[in-house]
């Protein structure tokens, strides 16, 4: 009985163990950011605060996600329009100067370059400068304002 009992224990211990590996890790989400365009930027950030499940009236959030793949944009972010840059085929060139100031290049399938620059404090919060150029994108920059949701 003893032995059975210490196969079924190695046997468990292996499992979670392969489960643990093979389980890929979820993205952490870095930041938040908002156009500071938009109107009533304040009620946005105070949404932002409790993002769990963020309000239509959120919608064009734009999230700076990590993970083991690297850095990831999240378009419409916590909406049932959300989109990931990475997985619809666009690459992502990340160049992290600092945790604090993340700059990633983004070359969309469809054409055209867009930067991303983020600047923000040890908390998560601060700016986000955005510009597109080349085809398929309207060459514009755009300021937004960032938070971590919590």
């Known amino acids: 009985m003893l ?4 196969i079924v224990t190695v046997f468990v211990t292996i499992v ?4 643990t590996v093979a389980s890929p ?3 952490e989400v870095l930041t938040v950011c908002q156009s500071a ?3 009533a930027p304040s009620h946005v950030i105070g949404s ?3 993002i769990s499940n963020p309000t239509e009236a959120d919608a064009g959030l734009v999230a700076l996600t990590r993970d083991e793949r690297g850095f990831d944009i999240l378009e419409n972010f916590g909406q049932n329009s959300q989109r990931s840059l990475r997985d619809q085929g666009d690459e992502i060139l990340g160049l992290p100067l600092s945790d604090e100031l993340v700059h990633l ?3 969309h399938q469809r054409g055209g370059l867009e930067h991303f620059l983020f600047s923000l404090d040890e908390e998560g919060s601060g700016e986000l400068l955005r510009s597109a150029e080349g085809s398929g994108l309207d060459s ?5 304002v960032c938070t971590r949701p919590r």
Do not use: F, N, Q
């Open 3 to 6: 032995m059975r009992r210490g």
């Open 16 to 19: 979670t163990a392969i489960v």
């Open 25 to 27: 890790a979820a993205a």
């Open 37 to 39: 365009s938009t109107p």
């Open 48 to 50: 932002l605060m409790r």
């Open 105 to 107: 290049m983004v070359e």
């Open 140 to 144: 514009d920059t755009s300021k937004a």
